[in-house]
């Protein structure tokens, strides 16, 4: 059975920072690119960050420089270390796992930017 678990998220002041985890099990984690999207009250799921079986990063340019996402693919799992926090970043943040033609998503978890 196919599992992505995320973790991390909460309420932060701007300008804060959060680390979030993207635990999974069932696949061939090693194989897959991992994304982290997120989804905001009345707007579409976006793609945050991605990152290849091989390690390459890319970031959507609302986030170049202040997050960054990595991977340890002995621990299954996979990170997002966002800093420099800001009210538009808040959503439900979601763990994605692809390699054609599987595709998988986590339950996401909630971040909220608020002073």
């Known amino acids: 059975q196919v599992q992505l678990v995320e973790s991390g998220g909460g309420l932060v002041q701007p300008g804060g920072s959060l680390r979030l985890s993207c635990a999974t099990s069932?696949?061939?984690?090693?194989?897959?690119?991992m994304g982290w999207y997120r989804q905001a009250p009345g707007k579409q799921r976006e793609l945050v960050a991605a990152?290849?079986?091989?390690?390459?990063?890319n970031y959507a340019d609302s986030v170049k420089g202040r997050f960054t996402i990595s991977r340890v693919n002995a621990k299954n799992t996979v990170y997002l270390q966002m800093n420099s926090l800001k009210p538009e970043d808040t959503a439900v943040y979601y763990c994605?796992?692809?390699?054609?033609?599987?595709?998988?998503w986590g339950q996401g978890t909630q971040v909220t930017v608020s002073s």
């Open positions: 994605n796992a692809a390699w054609d033609p599987y595709d998988y």
């Open positions: 069932g696949i061939r984690f090693s194989m897959y690119t």
């Open positions: 990152i290849t079986s091989g390690g390459s990063p």
